[in-house]
């Protein structure tokens, strides 16, 4: 198991390592993909990019205030989200950062502790 330390006083919740193709987040193990807000964290059940939709996304996209962007997880390898996907997004003022799902986990510590106000979609690490 990977463990991860949070660089500063950010709120919310912390992915402070990895297990199995999951995520630790503070003490819990969410052995599968993963959502989170600013607020909150929790399992999700996609496993394969090529399946995403931004409707899927809802939960994460209604915060208040909305998010500055998304920070995609793609697994345990970058894949890039479709075109159609993007531009969604970016029609509501949202943008994308993909990246594989254990440098998403780390970038969203490091973001976070700079206050920034965005969500995260996170892969498993395996789909297999």
Do not use: C, H, N, Y
Not at 102 to 118: D, I, K, N, Q
Request: hydrophobic share 45%; glycine share 10%; proline share 7%.
């Amino acid at each position: 198991m990977v463990s991860l330390k949070r660089e500063g006083p950010a709120s919310g919740p912390v992915i402070t390592g990895f297990a199995g193709s999951g995520f630790r987040v503070d003490e819990e193990i969410i052995d599968s993909g993963l959502w989170l807000t600013p607020e909150w964290a929790q399992p999700w059940g996609l496993s394969d990019i090529g399946a995403l939709d931004v409707g899927m996304l809802e939960p994460l996209l209604s915060i208040d205030p909305l998010p500055e962007f998304l920070l995609l997880g793609t697994g345990a390898s970058l894949t890039r989200p479709s075109s159609a996907f993007v531009a969604a997004l970016e029609a509501r003022d949202i943008g994308v950062e993909a990246m594989d799902s254990r440098a998403a986990a780390r970038s969203w510590g490091l973001l976070r502790s700079e206050e920034r106000w965005f969500v995260a979609a996170l892969l498993p690490l395996d789909q297999s």
